[in-house]
């Protein structure tokens, strides 16, 4: 049972008081935000609501309309859902077109934080926060910091720049939107166009300032049951939280009342694991997202419509998947976890020991650090080269990270693999060494057991990522990660005991 988090007692207030509102069980209110996510940012009916998909498990009830309708009032009350603007239509069991039907949408009042933390080995370097509607499309607004020395002394300095960082860009969005309202209503002429001065005049009258639902964050280490776990390194494991990082970040958003912002915190991985499972709208189950950064490799794995993160929130670490070198034949060396990690910036090849303190780790090898400090060049000078060393290096480092993508479809067979890529490695120039890279990775992965049989193209996908856009789309990730978590806590499949305290047959639940 997970511990019971200030995040999960956010949660559970909030649903307490729509249940109260609605007569419903908080299992309705998770059903039709499930729902509304899983067409997002395409706009939904009550008509879809009651009717789901089969998406996944919690889409195939059908509920009954009184208990949906009940369900958009208190969500509509609370400003998770309004009025859309498009005309929807019904279809029948035969496909034609039926009756015409009010359309829904989240709610545009309401907004998350997410935030992206960029760290050199535990140490973070800078931090990116960005402000998305709840259907995760919408970006308000987005802002980078770097981490003054300061900051560094400990984590917790880290959760005082994260705190400065969200409030300042949320209070920058509502004075700039309150802007934008007042300045219609002056470029409305008054004499040409009476009533279109009048409706904007209205709109500036009835502006609030956003509500910040809450603020997902994501760290490049495994996080288990809300808490960001020990990272194995050579010299002894290095407990990344050492310094209360998360509780200072939620102590931070709760105000002196005692009103809980919640706060969820995510691997980075597995947040863009969840937020792809998003953006493909569920359309498969099962799918895997591995993420090759300057430093390692990390992977994140949704089975059955779920992210799963093991035993203690380290499954999918493939970047320590011995690839070469297996132990027992010729160049492997032992375990040297009594050495202390290389010093940060030091070059590092093909050779030298990933951080746990092993040899031929896929970590050690699919790298752009790695490929540079085999080649002894900075990486973008490795990617001009064109050498038969250069191509020996960049087909090997391939090889290493298609190997261990094989790995995974081997034992968990999923039914699309993403592969996020450093984007002149998903997309090298033509006639140099790094055009080997990706066509290695490829063909180790087709070559699985798993996916003989299987086109390509029909499970297999590589996605460039522009160094520069790695942190809006981590962040972007964290704040899905938030409406996640808060989804399934009100299904209480999360495992918190906050939610599975339930008063047997006192709400309605699924009709």
């Keep these: 049972m997970k511990r019971e988090s200030a995040a999960h007692q956010a949660f559970q207030l909030q649903l307490d008081a ?4 609605s007569g419903v069980g908080q299992e309705v209110i998770g059903m039709v935000l499930a729902r ?4 997002a940012p395409n706009e939904t009916s009550r008509w879809h609501l009651e009717r789901g998909s089969d998406a996944r498990p919690v889409d195939r009830r059908v509920l009954r309309q009184a208990t949906v309708s009940k369900a958009v009032r208190a969500l509509t009350k609370r400003g ?4 859309g603007e498009r005309q929807l239509k019904s279809e029948s069991e035969d496909g034609r077109r039926a009756r015409s039907l009010e359309s829904l949408r989240f709610g545009h009042g309401v907004v998350i934080a997410g935030v992206h933390i960029a760290q050199r080995g535990n140490v973070p370097k800078f931090i990116t926060a960005v402000l998305v509607g709840l259907d995760s499309t919408r970006g308000l607004a987005a802002e980078s910091r770097e981490l003054a020395g300061g900051d560094t002394d400990g ?5 005082h720049a ?6 300042n860009l949320k209070m920058q969005l509502d004075a700039q939107t ?7 209503v002056d470029a409305a002429d008054a004499d040409f166009d009476p009533s279109l001065r009048a409706q904007r005049e209205e709109q500036l009258a009835a502006f609030t300032p956003f509500e910040l639902f809450g603020v997902g964050v994501e760290v490049g280490a495994p996080v288990f049951d809300g808490a960001i776990a020990s990272i194995a390194r050579a010299g002894g494991a290095t407990k990344v939280d050492y310094h209360g990082f998360e509780e200072e970040l939620q102590d ?3 105000d002196s009342q005692g009103s809980i912002t919640p706060v969820v915190i995510e691997n980075d991985v597995n947040a863009l694991a969840v937020l792809a499972i998003h953006e493909e709208h569920y359309a498969v189950p099962d799918l895997a997202v591995i993420s090759v950064f300057d430093e390692g490799v990390g ?6 419509g779920r992210l799963r993160r093991g035993g203690n929130g380290t499954a999918m670490e493939i970047g320590h998947l011995q690839v070469v070198h297996v132990p027992g034949t010729p160049g492997a060396v032992d375990f040297h976890g009594d050495q202390a990690p290389p010093a940060e910036g030091l070059v590092r090849t093909f050779e030298d020991l990933c951080e746990c303190g092993r040899n031929g780790h896929v970590d050690t090898r699919a790298t752009p650090s790695r490929i540079a400090g085999q080649l002894g060049v900075t990486f973008d000078d490795a990617l001009a080269l064109n050498t038969d060393e250069a191509c020996v290096t960049f087909r090997s480092a391939g090889f290493a990270l298609g190997r261990a993508i094989a790995h995974v479809s081997n034992i968990v067979n999923p039914t699309r693999i993403i592969v996020y890529l450093p984007t002149r490695l998903a997309r090298p120039k033509d006639h140099t060494a790094a055009a080997e890279y990706r066509p290695a990775a490829t063909a180790e992965i087709c070559a699985a057991f798993g996916n003989v049989g299987r086109a390509e193209g029909d499970f297999l996908t590589f996605r460039p990522l522009a160094k520069e856009d790695v942190a809006p789309l981590c962040a972007r990730a964290a704040a899905v990660c938030l409406l996640q978590g808060f989804i399934e806590h009100a299904l209480r499949v999360d495992g918190c005991s906050f939610s599975t305290n339930r008063k047997a047959g006192t709400r309605e639940l699924v009709s």
Excluded: C, N, P, Y
């Design 162 to 167: 994260i705190h400065d960082l969200v409030t």
């Design 80 to 83: 998770f859902l309004e009025e």
């Design 36 to 39: 509304t996510s899983l067409r």
């Design 155 to 159: 984590w917790k300095g880290v959760a």
């Design 18 to 21: 729509m249940v109260a509102d």
């Design 252 to 254: 931070l958003f709760t």
């Design 299 to 304: 992977a994140g794995l949704v089975l059955d």
């Design 178 to 184: 309150h802007d934008r309202l007042a300045a219609a």
